[in-house]
């Protein structure tokens, strides 16, 4: 069974930093789990859950705009963790922030229980 368990969030002031961690087991380490993509998402009370960051297995990675150059996602395959290091926070980042792993090839996907990001001075 997959699970994903992320960790790091909280309150931050604006122009703060958080890093949030998603530790994935269920799924071999190394080569197999670099077939799977993992990404971060975020959903802010009354709105739809967005896509905040995405790293394929090979280091790849895409960011939508409103977090570019703030946020930075990297993987480590052999440890099966993603990081979501954010700089710069501002209000509007204020969500629950999902860790997903997905291989589109097999219709897997996987979400974590969401993690609070709080940004408010």
């Known amino acids: 069974q997959v699970q994903l368990v992320e960790s790091g969030g909280g309150l931050v002031q604006p122009g703060g930093s958080l890093r949030l961690s998603c530790a994935a087991s269920?799924?071999?380490?190394?080569?197999?789990?670099?077939?799977?993509?993992m990404g971060w998402h975020r959903q802010a009370p009354g709105k739809q859950r967005e896509v905040v960051a995405v790293?394929?297995?090979?280091?790849?990675?895409n960011y939508t705009d409103s977090v570019k150059g703030r946020f930075t996602i990297s993987r480590d395959n052999l440890r099966r963790t993603a990081l979501l290091q954010m700089n710069n926070l501002k209000p509007e980042d204020t969500a629950v922030y999902y860790c997903n792993v997905r291989r589109t090839s097999l219709r897997a996907d996987y979400w974590g229980q969401g993690t609070q990001v709080t940004v408010s001075s």
């Open positions: 790293i394929t297995g090979g280091h790849i990675t």
């Open positions: 269920g799924i071999a380490s190394g080569v197999v789990f670099s077939f799977y993509d």
